[in-house]
Nanobody
Framework: QVQLVESGGGLVQAGGSLRLSCAASGRTISRYAMGWFRQAPGKEREFVAAISWSGSSIYVAESVKGRFTISRDNARNSMYLQMNSLKPDDTAVYYC????????????????RGQGTQVTVSS
């Protein structure tokens, strides 16, 4: 089993930045593809970004491309999401997830996910 815990969410003004962290425990994530997805109230789950186990392949949703950066540190059993130029539309609960298989480029199909961290962007 892999336990994932997100941190770094909060309230920020439009144009600001946040850095989300995802700490894993239970197993090393070095062989797992990892990703972030988000869900706003009343909306469908939305893919944000994903990264292969080695970090050599990265996928980013068009809605956040150029503003969000995904990275991982397998030695620290952690993954990150740097979010810049935040917009009110980025307001959502952000989830960290792990896939024991191919990289997932949707908000579904992951084997493990965290409890989520709230990101609120004020206008």
């Amino acid at each position: 089993q892999v336990q994932l815990v997100e941190s770094g969410g909060g309230l920020v003004q439009a144009g600001g930045s946040l850095r989300l962290s995802c700490a894993a425990s239970g197993r090393t994530i070095s062989r797992y593809a990892m990703g972030w997805f988000r869900q706003a109230p009343g909306k469908e789950r939305e893919f944000v970004a994903a990264i292969s186990w080695s970090g050599s392949s990265i996928y980013v949703a068009e809605s956040v491309k150029g503003r969000f950066t995904i990275s991982r540190d397998n030695a620290r059993n952690s993954m990150y999401l740097q979010m810049n130029s935040l917009k009110p539309d980025d307001t959502a609960v952000y989830y960290c997830a792990a896939s024991d298989g191919p990289v997932r480029t949707s908000g579904y199909g992951f084997d493990y996910r965290g409890q989520g961290t709230q990101v609120t962007v004020s206008s």
